[in-house]
């Protein structure tokens, strides 16, 4: 796919009508109301626009005059328009029948605009009842539209058929499609038709739980439609967005937007509509507890889109009512109603949401105590998703797939607990949490595609950037952030035809870890839960499963107390103590000198070695620590035969920052830290300090490394000259600069250079570095916060970190929090001091923290930095 449309026309066609190409040619130029073909243009029109409401009758009354003056080709075009604008207020299926025998028509089958026509009108009631028939349907019209030159309808075509991709799995295709045809349906003015498919790629990011994506996709839709008075309610984006903000806690504001969609849709008799807003209506209850009223509410949701036959939105709410009753100890209703909801499923026949449905029959086997048969239904439903996300061609999707769908993991693993299946239940967390490692997006066997349209999409957003980094003007930099987004959309369609591996992943085995694990490690892979934590502890000869004392909430809690403490520089000895108590009491009896640290949830930026053990000492004194994103990533990196880079280090620092205007951090020097960590690319400008100790720390690094080093410092440590450099060659890449962290946008994180020219932004952002494709033994990140991100559930955290682990580096040392400059140097001092004597990479990080502790000082100087990957390893 060649994209050669800019996403700005979306904002200059907000408001354009529409050119429907399908209305049908007016006879005279004398219009009233008893005209048959005036009346068949308006109707046409509305429907074009997604206003059903006001097009049905329009269609009855020029079907009826049609047949009066016996114009059976017009009466028939009038009358699949009559049927089709009566699916959302009779029976979908009664609707879909109807239409099939108007397709088995001559008539129909002798006129392609008729059976274009048709055929449309088909797909769109079938998209809901029938996947595989809505996808022939669409299919046969974007060949008929294609012969005819009707590129609206054939852009409309092709998206439906990525939407049917979607709901089959098919992730990459689904974006292909529905990419092409989103840009080709701005680019020609169908408002209505690009709206539709905002709110259905909204629907998408809502479902793998990416919110703050969805709500952008859905109020461009919502937005498009309200600016032509003539379009239809937006129903479903309305739906959707009340959805994306419930995900961002904005219940009551959700629940608000929901209620005006239900007064609309009974008003309009749009009973459709009704129970999609009845359906989500009820999962936010559910998930909120509330269970009277989820109860209700999916009850109606499920007698409506029964009377309909709307078979989705009826095997959604029959999952969900399955599921209250199932809290509310009703087994008998529970069983009923999913056992409703498979039936209704069996008639759509495509997979997306079926994971979800299994998952709630498995927990009624559990209730039942029938454990196989509910070890079976777990095992159906991870083989589904694992199936989607080999049809995943991007990395942030396969993430936030696992991500959205962690829960069944988890219940799996408590099943396997609970029969004391050690290494099955690891399995099972590996399968989730292992799988972007096995499927590693930079493999050198990726096929590059459109490098062109990527290179000037990647151009277009650095100058957006640095546009946002040199004005203060609120309004220009709204302008500005809009434009940011529209082209990292463009550029994600654009990464989705990058063509990956599509290996099969199996997650690594406990005896395959074991082999990888020295004599002297012990791994500690945690599973954050209610109303217990659990560790399961692997040595090379040894594994068991740890019940700890204590919840995922109290742990979070406690864990976010003690991260406050250290990031403002305050000993809490209790609380640390209290923490080893809970996550590390129960693995005294291992006597292992290393520990291999696998968290999960909020653990991920908790640093182990500053809790504090019975003896009141640090653990850092008496452990080396280190950290993997799961026992799988190990594995495989210890499997890797890859040889390292043949130079020894190459540095950056020095960065002059007096005349780079950068956004002012979220943290807002909250702790009284002389370094700025800075979140978001598109906030209010601020100033950062410059870094004076870092010349000192790379120099320093560059001597003690020894030949082959290349050192880039002040205004040669630019973006452009790194990227110049054959990063692959080097065992050592030790970049010293500010950092930015961005939650909302994991993408944007970046490490900020120096000043450079165009195409670049000085930002070396994660898009940027997953495709570094390193060798390197030993990325050190000496920045703030390049540690952190996002959580995707049991897929991990998104962060600096992790692309630099994801784009081929063996080792990551990053940071926790906002470090301090000076100190930060001396603990990269003694890091590479103990590296040069021949020490590991653990060891080495491990004894320059103990320098610290000998000197009393504070855990907040020491224990941000923290080594994450293959550290067991030297460098020489």
Known sequence: ????????????????????????????????????????????????????????????????????????????????????????????????????????????KRDPRLHLWCLASKGYVDIDIDTESAKQSWTEAFRIATALGETQWASRAKGELGVVAFLQGNFALAVKLVGESLLSLIGSGDTAGAANLLTMLGDGYDTVHRFREAHWFLTHAITLMKANPDAGFPFNAEVGDAEALNGQG???????????????????????????????????????????????????????????????????????????????????????????????????????????????????????????????????????????????DTDLGRAALAGSMSDIYLEHFQLLRRQKNVARALQILERVRGRSWATRIHSAKDAPANAKARADLEANIAGIQMQLLGTNNQSIREELKEKLLQNERILALENNEVKRLRDRFVPASLTAIQARLRPDELLLEYVLGEPRVFCIAVTSDEARLLELPAGSGQVEALSTSYLRDLRARR??????????????????????????????????????????????????????ISYTPSAT???????????????????????????????????????????????????????????????????????????????????????????????????????????????????????????????????LQVREVTRLHLHAELVTLSACQTGIGPTEGEAGVISLQHAFLMSGAKAVVASLWN??????????????????????????????????????????????????????????
């Open 819 to 876: 470090v301090e400059d000076r100190s930060t140097t001396e603990l990269m001092e003694a890091f590479y001091r103990h590296l040069t004597n021949h020490e590991d990479k653990a060891s080495a990080l491990t004894r320059a923290k103990r320098e610290f502790v000998q000197r009393h000082l504070s855990p907040y100087y020491w224990a941000g930095f923290v080594i994450t990957g293959d550290a067991s390893s030297g460098l020489y």
């Open 250 to 392: 904005k219940t009551i504001e959700a629940v608000e937007i929901l209620q005006t969609v239900l007064s609309r849709a009974r008003t309009d008799k749009q009973y459709g509509h009704e129970a999609n807003a009845l359906l989500t209506l009820g999962e936010i209850e559910l998930r909120a507890h509330e269970l009277d009223s989820a109860r209700e509410n999916l009850i109606m949701a499920a007698e409506v889109s029964g009377r309909l036959r709307l078979y989705r939105i009826l095997a959604e709410s029959l999952t969900f009512l399955a599921k209250t009753y199932l809290l509310e100890g009703n087994s008998e209703a529970a069983e009923a109603a999913i056992h409703r909801a498979f039936v209704a499923r069996s008639h759509l026949r495509d997979v997306y949401l079926a994971p979800v449905a299994l998952k709630v029959a498995a927990e009624l086997k559990i209730s039942e105590n029938r454990l196989s048969a509910a070890a079976s239904l777990f095992d159906k439903a991870e083989a589904i998703i694992d199936k989607m996300a080999l049809n995943d």
């Open 1 to 108: 796919m060649q994209i050669k449309r800019h996403f700005t026309l979306f904002l200059i066609t907000l408001l354009i009508s529409p050119c429907a190409t399908h209305v049908v040619p007016r006879q005279s130029d004398k219009f009233h109301s008893s005209d048959p073909f005036f009346i068949l243009g308006r109707a046409n029109r509305l429907s074009w626009l997604d206003n059903w409401t006001d097009a049905a009758p329009l269609y009855s009354q020029a079907e009826v005059l049609f047949r009066a003056a016996g114009d059976e080709r017009n009466e028939m075009y009038a009358r699949i328009g009559r049927i089709s604008s009566a699916r959302m207020s009779m029976s979908f299926a009664a609707t879909s029948r109807l239409l099939e025998r108007e397709l088995r028509k001559p008539i129909v």
């Open 571 to 624: 000993l809490n000895p209790a609380l640390a103590q209290r923490m080893y108590d809970i996550l590390l009491q129960q693995t005294e009896g291992f006597h292992k000198a290393r520990w291999i640290i696998a968290p999960d949830g909020g653990l991920n930026f908790l640093p182990f070695e500053a809790l504090v053990g019975h003896d009141g000492d640090f653990i850092v004194n008496s452990q080396i």
């Open 633 to 763: 990533a190990l594995e495989i990196s210890r499997a890797s035969h890859k040889m390292p880079g043949r130079r020894s280090v190459l540095a950056l620092g020095d960065v002059d920052y007096a005349a780079r205007q950068l956004p002012e951090g979220t943290n807002r020097v909250a702790y009284k830290v002389p370094v700025g960590i800075l979140r978001d690319v598109a906030n209010l400008g601020a100033r950062l300090q410059n870094l004076p100790e870092t010349r000192e720390e790379v120099l320093s690094i560059a001597q003690a490394v020894g030949p082959e080093s290349k050192v880039l410092l002040g205004e040669q440590a630019t973006e452009s000259a790194l990227k110049a450099e054959p990063v692959s060659d080097y065992r050592i890449i030790h970049l010293a600069v500010h950092a930015i962290s961005d939650s909302d946008f994991p993408d944007r994180s970046a490490l900020v250079l120096a000043a450079d020219q165009p195409p670049e932004d000085g930002l």
